[in-house]
């Protein structure tokens, strides 16, 4: 039988994408049911956090060297929030549908999947804030920010990585979801948010330099501000790298979710 369902489960995502379709209105809706504000929070959450940071460096710090500092700290933040809101959601996504998971028929790839993809809801809107603020500031226009669709689809790839092999280890280890919480803390101050990637490479020896760009976020990020800010392509060796974790971080996703997935009813 699990023989049958794993056959089943490449074909299965076309095949079932009506039920991805409503998998990820569902989650939008049930995550604003109860708040007055709805999906106003998607604004409000980076905007809040940015005017923070905003006057950490610019008044209390005094270090903003940044031109448009406030389209170069929403590129960081948007980017962040993005992979934050999908990893949370989707760690214990199995758990929380385990009525769903329980029927053998249903691909339970969807479930992750369709979690991720209910964020870029939130990413579009966020998206949105960003081009406000370069319209409001005056960021000159390039052909470079043609590269931002790429961007994002690299860091789709990696998230949805990340949420195929969170989600399946916290079936079997309940931890995950606590670790997935406080890696993120970490992930927030070892990505170049609130400063340039430029900072990381100038002050960090070497090898480490080379273990923190092993973050895709990284590269991403530095990715998307030479596109919108500086005008120029991505910087090869840091999106490279971006490029080659996004994938390999994929390729186990699926591997792993695609071994373990037929013990989840047994297991929830």
């Not at 990284?218 to 910087?235: E, F, V």
């Not at 490279?240 to 997935?261: D, E, P, R, Y």
Request: net charge positive.
């Amino acid at each position: 039988m699990p023989k049958r369902v794993t056959h089943h489960h490449s074909m299965g995502l076309w095949n079932h994408r009506y039920a991805i379709h409503n998998l990820v209105l569902k989650d939008f809706k049930v995550r604003y049911r109860n708040m007055s504000l709805g999906f106003l929070w998607s604004v409000i959450n980076p905007l809040i956090m940015l005017g923070v940071l905003v006057f950490v460096f610019t008044y209390v710090l005094k270090i903003n060297r940044e031109p448009y500092f406030a389209v170069f700290l929403l590129i960081g933040l948007v980017l962040f929030n993005f992979i934050s809101l999908c990893l949370t959601a989707s760690t214990t996504c199995i758990k929380d549908n385990s009525s769903v998971v329980k029927k053998i028929i249903f691909p339970r790839t969807i479930i992750p999947i369709s979690v991720v993809l209910s964020q870029v809801i939130h990413l579009c809107i966020q998206l949105g804030v960003v081009g406000l603020f370069i319209v409001i500031l005056h960021v000159p226009p390039s052909l470079t920010m043609l590269w931002i669709p790429l961007i994002l689809v690299i860091e789709l790839i990696f998230i949805m990585g990340a949420a195929l092999i969170c989600s399946c280890l916290n079936v079997y280890f309940r931890d995950i979801q606590y670790l997935v919480e406080s890696g993120l803390t970490v992930f927030f101050w070892v990505t170049p948010i609130f400063y340039p990637l430029e900072t990381a490479r100038n002050n960090l020896p070497s090898w480490l330099y080379k273990l923190y760009i092993i973050n895709p976020l990284a590269g991403c990020i530095a990715a998307a501000r030479n596109a919108i800010l500086h005008h120029s392509s991505p910087d090869i060796f840091s999106f490279g790298m971006a490029i080659a974790v996004a994938f390999a971080t994929l390729g186990i996703g699926i591997v792993l979710f695609n071994k373990l997935h037929t013990q989840f009813a047994d297991k929830i």
